[in-house]
C-alpha cells in the first residue's frame, strides 16, 4: 500500500523545496535537481511525502500508488 | 467626518492591510518562480509566505467586505463584493474591487485544486494575478478618499512602483531566458566548444 | 545459421550480384538486389494482402510466431497490439520510418526496396487493432517509392485504411514513440512524461500503436506464410530475421593499402543468431559498436563467438538495438569516434530534463579532454559521477542510451584512453568512421 515518490523531469526546474521538506527520501544533484530514493515511501512519512507533493511550485512531484 | 462609525473605520483600515499584503503576495510570487531566497530563509519558506500571505490577504478582504456591508451610513448589498457594479454606491470603484476579489477566488481555488487541475489552465489564471492587482489599486485609490493624500496616498504610491518594479524585473527575466531548443547549444557551447578538434589536436606518435 | 550475402551497399563500394537463395533469405528485401519491388512484383512475389476480417483476428499468429519489436526496443508485438486492441473507442496506427539513428539505414532501404511489405503490415494491423487513423512517420525527403507504392494501391483498392504521412524533424529523438506522437499532434518532436504510455493513452488521447516500418514488414509476412514459416529461422527466443546495418572498412590486403576514409556500409538481412563473424572481417578491425549511438563498444576479441541475437549479446552488456554493427578499423582512434558521438547526442538532448541537459554536454567535454593530448586526473571521475548522475533521471532513454555507449567505450578503450594521457595516440588515420550529420538543433522549428 505504500507508495511512491516520483518526479516529472520535464516540468521540474530545480526549485528544491522537495529536498528541504523530505530530505530523507529527496536529495539535490549539483545542478540543483532532485534525486529520490527509489524505495516506496515509509508510513512514518507519508504525510510529509503528501506536504511536499503540495509545496512544489512546478507541480513536479507526484506521489503514485504502488 | 460625523455619522462615521466602527464598521466604516474597520472597512478602511482593512483595506489598507488587504493592499499592503496583496502587494507582498505578488512580489513573493515572482520570487516563487524565479527561484529567489529570502534571506536566512529556506526555499520552502517562499513559497510557503506567498501562499500564507495570500490566504490572510483574502480573510482581510472579507472582514474588509462584511464591516462595508454591516455600515449603515451607506448602503452596500453584501453580493456587490462578487458581482461587479451591483452597487448604487460608489458603483465604479466598487465595482472595481469585486472584479479584483473575483480574480483572487478563481486564484485561490484553482491553486487549491491544483494538483487535479491542468497544468497550462491553472498558470493561465494565475497570470491573472497581474490584472487583480492594478484593478485592487485603483479600487483602492477611487473608493476611498484617505489613499488619496496624505501618508496613505504615499503608501499606495510605494505599494504602485513595488509592483511596477517587480513587474518589469519578471518580464525582463522571461525575455533573457533561453527558448528549450537553445538551451543545448547554449550548455554546449559553455563546455564543449571545440570537442570534435579537440580530438587529435597536436597530438604526437 | 544463414545469412543472405550483402543486399545492397550504399555508397558503392562493393558490388551486388543476383544470387538465388535455398536458405529462406532474403524475406524482405528484393529478391534481386539493388531493384526495388513494385505493387505488381510484389503481389506476385508473395500475393494478396490476406485481410483477416476483423480485429484481433491476426494477433493469434503474431503470438505464435513469437515477433519482436525491430526498432530497437524489441517488445513482443503481439502483447502490444493486444493492449490496443482490448482498447474502447477511437485507435490509432503509426508505421515508425524516421530512423533517427545516423548509423542505420535498414528503414530507409526497406521504405525504397519494399515498400509494398511496409504497407501492407500497416493494413494488417491496423485492422487487428480496430485503429480508424493510419500515419507514416517519416524523415523528409521522402522517397518517391513510398508515395508511388501508395498511390498505386490506393488505385488498386488495396488499403482499408487511408495513411497519412507525417513529416519527422531530423533528430535522433525524433522516432521516440512519446516524441513521435507529440509530433502527430502538431507539437515539437520531443518525448512527454511517461505513464500514460501512448499504447494507453497516445495522439489526441486515444490509444496508439507505434511500430517500426521493418516490424510491420515482418508482420506482413506472417500474416501470408504463417508463424511456423516465420520460425524456420532464428533462434526459439529470437525468430526470424532481421536487417542489419553493417559499417566496415573493405580490407585490401595489407593494412594502407585502401584509400585512408574509406568506408563500406551494408544491409544485410541475416537470419537471428548469425554468428557476428559472418557478418564483418575481423582482420584490422579493433573494436566493433553493437546498436547504434544508444548501444555498446565490444572488443574484437569478442567478436568470434557472439552471435546476432539479444540472449547472447547480453552476457556482455549489449544489444541488438537498431540493427547497427560498426567494425572500427584498427587504425583509426576509437576515443575520437567516441568523443564526436557524444557532443553529437548531447547535442541532439530534447533540452527538457535538468540531468540530461547539464550532465550530457559536461560528458562530451570530458570525452573530448581524453581523446585530446593529456587529461586531468578530475575528468575521469567527473565523467564516471556524471553518467550515474543522468541515468534513470530524463524522461526517456537518451541519458541512459547515452551512458551505455559512453560506459562501453571508457573500457574498450581503456588502453588508448593511457595513451592519450601520455600525449600519443595509436590511430594512423584521421578520417572519422562513424556517420554523423552537420549542424545541430537551435530553435524549436528544428524540431517541427
Same mark, same amino acid.
Given at each position: 500500500?505504500?507508495?511512491? +515518490? ?38 512514518? +512519512? ?21 | ?5 466602527? #464598521? ?15 502587494? !507582498? ?18 526555499? #520552502? ?27 449603515? #451610513? ?49 498558470? !493561465? ?11 485592487? #489599486? ?25 509592483? !511596477? ?15 528549450? !531548443? ?24 | ?34 531493384? &526495388? ?111 508511388? $507504392? ?6 488498386? @483498392? ?6 497519412? %504521412? ?15 506522437? =507529440? ?7 520531443? &518525448? ?74 551494408? %544491409? %544485410? ?25 544508444? @548501444? ?13 541475437? =539479444? ?10 538495438? $537498431? ?5 572500427? &578499423? ?66 526517456? =532513454? ?51
Amino acid at each position: 500500500m505504500a507508495d511512491t +515518490l516520483r518526479v516529472n523531469p520535464i516540468n521540474c526546474s530545480g526549485h528544491g523545496v522537495c529536498a528541504e521538506l523530505l530530505p530523507e527520501l529527496v536529495t539535490l544533484d549539483e545542478w540543483g535537481y532532485p534525486i529520490i530514493a527509489n524505495s516506496p515511501v515509509p508510513p512514518a +512519512l507519508d504525510l510529509e511525502a503528501r506536504r511536499a507533493v503540495a509545496a512544489c511550485p512546478a507541480l513536479a512531484l507526484k506521489l503514485l500508488r504502488a | 467626518m460625523s455619522g462615521t462609525t466602527a #464598521f466604516w473605520y474597520a472597512s478602511r483600515a482593512t483595506g489598507v492591510v488587504a493592499l499592503l499584503l496583496l502587494t !507582498a503576495v505578488l512580489v513573493l510570487g515572482i520570487l516563487v518562480n524565479r527561484q529567489g531566497r529570502l534571506p536566512g530563509l529556506p526555499r #520552502f519558506a517562499v513559497t510557503s509566505l506567498h501562499r500564507n500571505i495570500s490566504l490572510l490577504a483574502v480573510a482581510f478582504i472579507t472582514v474588509h467586505v462584511l464591516t462595508a456591508v454591516l455600515d449603515t #451610513f451607506v448602503s452596500i448589498p453584501l453580493l456587490s463584493s462578487v458581482i461587479p457594479f451591483a452597487s448604487g454606491y460608489e458603483r465604479l470603484w466598487l465595482g472595481l474591487g469585486a472584479i479584483s476579489f473575483d480574480l483572487m477566488l478563481a486564484m485561490i481555488i484553482t491553486s487549491l485544486v491544483r494538483g487535479r487541475l491542468n497544468r497550462i489552465l491553472w498558470r !493561465a489564471i494565475h497570470l491573472l494575478a497581474y490584472l487583480c492587482w492594478p484593478v485592487a #489599486f485603483a479600487h483602492s485609490i477611487g473608493s476611498s478618499k484617505d489613499l488619496q493624500h496624505g501618508w496613505l496616498l504615499d503608501l499606495s504610491i510605494a505599494c504602485a512602483l513595488i509592483v !511596477a518594479a517587480a513587474a518589469l524585473w519578471r518580464l525582463a527575466s522571461a525575455a533573457r531566458q533561453l527558448p528549450r !531548443a537553445a538551451r543545448v547549444a547554449a550548455i554546449l557551447a559553455q563546455h564543449a566548444p571545440h570537442a570534435t578538434r579537440q580530438a587529435h589536436e597536436r597530438i604526437s606518435r | 545459421m544463414t545469412m543472405a550475402p550483402a543486399n545492397e551497399t550504399v555508397d558503392e563500394a562493393t558490388g551486388g550480384a543476383a544470387r538465388p537463395y535455398a536458405s529462406g533469405l532474403p524475406r524482405l528485401l528484393p529478391l534481386v538486389p539493388g531493384v &526495388p519491388e513494385d505493387l505488381r512484383a510484389h503481389l506476385a512475389r508473395h500475393g494478396r494482402l490476406p485481410y483477416r476480417g476483423g480485429p484481433g483476428l491476426l494477433i493469434g499468429s503474431v503470438e505464435e510466431a513469437g515477433l519482436t519489436g525491430r526498432g530497437g526496443a524489441a517488445f513482443l508485438v503481439s502483447r502490444k497490439l493486444a493492449i490496443v486492441a482490448r482498447a474502447r473507442g477511437r485507435k490509432v496506427i503509426v508505421a515508425n520510418g524516421a530512423e533517427s539513428e545516423p548509423a542505420s539505414h535498414k528503414d530507409a532501404l526497406l521504405l525504397r526496396a519494399a515498400p509494398n511489405l511496409v504497407l501492407d503490415g500497416l493494413q494488417l494491423a491496423a485492422e487487428a487493432i480496430g485503429a480508424r487513423e493510419a500515419y507514416l512517420y517519416l524523415h523528409p525527403g521522402v522517397s518517391p517509392e513510398i508515395l508511388r $507504392a501508395l498511390n498505386q494501391r490506393e488505385a488498386a @483498392g488495396l488499403d482499408w485504411l487511408g495513411v497519412t %504521412i507525417v513529416e519527422a524533424p531530423p533528430r535522433f529523438l525524433a522516432g521516440q514513440e512519446s516524441a513521435l506522437v =507529440n509530433r502527430l499532434g502538431g507539437g515539437p518532436a520531443v &518525448p512527454t512524461f511517461v505513464p500514460p504510455r501512448v499504447s494507453e493513452r497516445g495522439l489526441g488521447g486515444a490509444p496508439t500503436l507505434v511500430q517500426n516500418v521493418e516490424t510491420l514488414a515482418h508482420l506482413a509476412l506472417i500474416a501470408r506464410y504463417g508463424p511456423r514459416w516465420f520460425r524456420a529461422l532464428g533462434t526459439a527466443q529470437e525468430p526470424g530475421s532481421m536487417l542489419t546495418t553493417v559499417h566496415t572498412q573493405p580490407s585490401g590486403g595489407s593494412a594502407g593499402s585502401s584509400p585512408p576514409g574509406q568506408h563500406n556500409t551494408q %544491409i %544485410i538481412e541475416a537470419e537471428i543468431g548469425t554468428p557476428l563473424r559472418a557478418l564483418i572481417h575481423q582482420d584490422n578491425v579493433q573494436a566493433v559498436l553493437i546498436g547504434g549511438f544508444h @548501444g555498446t563498444w565490444l572488443p574484437i576479441t569478442t567478436i568470434g563467438t557472439l552471435t546476432l541475437d =539479444n540472449e547472447a549479446l547480453k552476457t556482455h552488456g549489449a544489444a541488438l538495438g $537498431a540493427g547497427v554493427i560498426a567494425a572500427l &578499423p584498427a587504425d583509426r582512434c576509437g576515443l575520437a569516434e567516441a568523443a564526436r558521438v557524444v557532443r553529437y547526442l548531447a547535442a541532439e538532448s530534447a533540452g527538457q530534463c535538468g540531468p540530461c541537459l547539464n550532465g550530457l554536454p559536461r560528458m562530451a567535454a570530458a570525452l573530448a579532454e581524453l581523446a585530446g593530448r593529456g587529461h586531468r586526473r578530475q575528468t575521469r571521475t567527473d565523467l564516471e559521477r556524471w553518467a550515474g548522475l543522468v541515468t534513470g533521471r530524463g524522461a526517456c =532513454n537518451h541519458p541512459d542510451g547515452t551512458v551505455r555507449f559512453v560506459r562501453s567505450a571508457l573500457t574498450v578503450f581503456a588502453p588508448e584512453i593511457s595513451l592519450h594521457a601520455r600525449g600519443l595516440c595509436s590511430a594512423t588515420n584521421r578520417t572519422p568512421f562513424l556517420p554523423l550529420p552537420g549542424g545541430m538543433p537551435m530553435t524549436e522549428d528544428d524540431w517541427t
